[in-house]
């Protein structure tokens, strides 16, 4: 069984940055593609991005393509999504999401954490 908590949500300014991050409990951390997902209020839940165990393959959602960056450290079994030149459109809660190897891509996940509110003001 998979743990995640993440972190680094917050407010920020239209145009800012903000960095998630997500760590994971476990001994087999890089067998795992990590991911986020984000739900506005009113929307459904939907694909950002997401990596593979050993990071040689990402996968953008094409609204956060050329923005947000995902990345991993396995040595902290950790997951980040750098995000920058961020909209108000991007305010959401953020999930991490891991599953078994499995490709990086917007598949079902069968581990979630319980989110962080990310919200960007106009």
């Known amino acids: 069984q998979v743990q995640l908590v993440e972190s680094g949500g917050g407010l920020v300014q239209a145009g800012g940055s903000l960095r998630l991050s997500c760590a994971a409990s476990?001994?087999?951390?890089?067998?795992?593609?990590m991911g986020w997902f984000r739900q506005a209020p009113g929307k459904e839940r939907e694909f950002v991005a997401a990596?593979?165990?050993?990071?040689?393959?990402?996968n953008y959602a094409n609204s956060v393509k050329g923005r947000f960056t995902i990345s991993r450290d396995n040595a902290k079994n950790t997951v980040y999504l750098q995000m920058n030149s961020l909209k108000p459109e991007d305010t959401a809660v953020y999930y991490c999401v891991a599953s078994w190897l499995v490709a990086a891509g917007p598949t079902p996940y069968d581990h979630w954490g319980q989110g962080t509110q990310v919200t960007v003001s106009s």
């Open positions: 990596i593979t165990g050993n990071g040689s393959s990402t």
């Open positions: 476990g001994r087999t951390f890089r067998s795992y593609t």
